[in-house]
């Protein structure tokens, strides 16, 4: 539920999601789409919100991944019991059930998956040209292969840098070129400068930066 927060600073990411929420006694859910650049988002006033996020290479059988980049869809007649996407209804989920949606939306087909962008991921080589592997990844996220390295780094290098690791270790760790690449990646993905990553300054944001010690020695 959100406490007396009327705004968070979004953070770029390489996942699109499901999220539903109730404000004022009416339920609501929306597909949300991989966002290229950090910005400033709303907080509805007493809402509560329940989401899942889809790994990288996963995508609605109905909607394109491009199409969501950067936006997303609201889904219509949703209620407190159900929601309706790709042509059926389907059981509104709470905390506890979203594992259950996910497997019920994977067996029915309409979250599909392109195993190459696993590979590809992981670091393999697919037996195909770069223009296919290019295209099928794209087609599968909405982003470049660059892109996602890109969001994924400075995603990262937040965490770090919030954890207590100094700049320049994130700089040698996550192969920036210096501080001020880094600080320029950090300004474009997480909104967010070194200082306020160190401190916990800024206001909230959507992104889990739990402290934990740093991992440099």
Known sequence: MSEQVTEMTSVAG???????????GRAHAAVTGPE???????????????????????SLRVVPTAALVDGGITLPDTTHRAFRLDGARWETPGPDDVEVLVDRLVRAGTVV?????????????PAVSGRTVERRFRAATGLTRGAVRQIERARTAAEL???????????????????????????????????????????????DLERRAPVSA
Do not use: K, M, S
């Open 161 to 207: 840098l919030a954890g207590g690791d100094p700049a320049g270790d994130v700089v040698a760790a996550l192969d920036y070129f210096d501080e001020p690449h880094l600080a320029r990646a950090l300004r474009a993905y997480v909104g967010r400068t070194v200082g306020q990553l160190r401190d916990g300054a800024g206001g909230a944001i959507a992104l």
């Open 14 to 24: 390489v996942r699109w999601g499901l999220v539903f929420w109730e404000q004022a």
């Open 113 to 125: 998956r392109d195993p190459l962008v696993a590979e590809v991921l992981r670091g393999r080589r």
């Open 36 to 58: 290229t650049r950090t910005g400033t988002a709303p907080v509805p006033e007493g809402a509560i919100f329940t989401g899942v996020e889809f790994a990288v290479g996963t």
